[in-house]
């Protein structure tokens, strides 16, 4: 099982572009979720899903955008970059829905908007 | 605001020496509470959680941690740190009303030879 996996790694873009980081799981996961990781913030939930053509908010959903059309995908869109946006983003997947399982991460995205 | 707090942001710790993490909540009831880590460059790993029963947890890597529930404290500890021990350290909380995962800031630890 290759788990979590997350493209690309590393990402520059312009402010005011657009680009959708993948996340895939080969699980057979239920529960996927976005978040940005930040320094001195820890994690910081984006968007999640329960199930395929279930999605709903975070705790810092702006700027972002998902879909879920297969148990096994939940990218994540940016509509129109912006510097506040420079940031890990980290998918993750479990289970069962919600927190309360173990989540499995994802390596991680590394973007930088400028 | 509910919250999780890790009032440590980085840790020296010597090879050998034990090592304790401390972490706070502040939600009402006993939440499901996790430990993290996250070594450099890497995705996050799951060490251990506690959802009821014992309060004294076993994890990975030689980990453990204790729920009190009197101080809303989840503290992780290691007798004996190793090198490879050196990574950032996440406490993390579901509350037993709410399933969302909300994560502390963190703590960087680094071991010294």
């Known amino acids: 099982n290759a788990g979590v996996t997350q493209t690309p790694k590393f990402q520059v873009l312009k402010t005011g572009q657009s680009m959708t980081l993948q996340c895939a799981q080969d699980?057979?996961?239920?529960?996927m979720s976005w978040y940005r990781q930040d320094p001195g913030m820890g994690l910081r939930l984006i968007h999640y899903?329960?199930?395929?053509?279930?999605?709903d908010q975070g705790e810092v959903p702006n700027g972002y955008n998902v879909s879920r059309s297969t148990t096994e995908d939940f990218p994540l869109r940016l509509l129109s970059a912006a510097p506040s946006q420079t940031s890990v983003y980290f998918c993750?997947?479990?289970?069962?829905?919600?927190?309360?399982?173990?989540?499995?991460f994802g390596p991680g995205t590394r973007l930088t908007v400028l | 605001a509910q919250s999780v707090t890790q009032p440590d942001i980085h840790i020296t710790v010597s090879e050998g020496a034990s090592l304790e993490l401390r972490c706070n909540y502040s939600?009402?009831?006993?939440?499901?509470l996790f430990w993290y880590v996250q070594s450099p460059g890497q995705g996050l790993q799951l060490l251990l959680k506690?959802?009821?029963?014992?309060?004294l947890v076993q994890g990975i890597k030689g980990f453990e941690a204790e729920f009190k529930r009197s101080q809303s404290s989840f503290n992780l500890r290691k007798p004996s740190v190793h090198w490879s021990d050196a990574a950032e350290y996440f406490c993390?909380?579901?509350?037993?009303?709410?399933?969302?995962?909300?994560f502390g800031a963190g703590t960087t630890v680094t071991v010294r030879a």
């Open positions: 899903s329960v199930g395929a053509g279930i999605t």
């Open positions: 699980m057979n996961h239920e529960y």
């Open positions: 993390a909380v579901v509350p037993d009303n709410d399933y969302k995962l909300s």
């Open positions: 506690y959802f009821s029963g014992d309060t």
């Open positions: 939600y009402g009831a006993t939440p499901y």
């Open positions: 993750a997947s479990s289970s069962i829905a919600g927190g309360q399982d173990t989540q499995y």
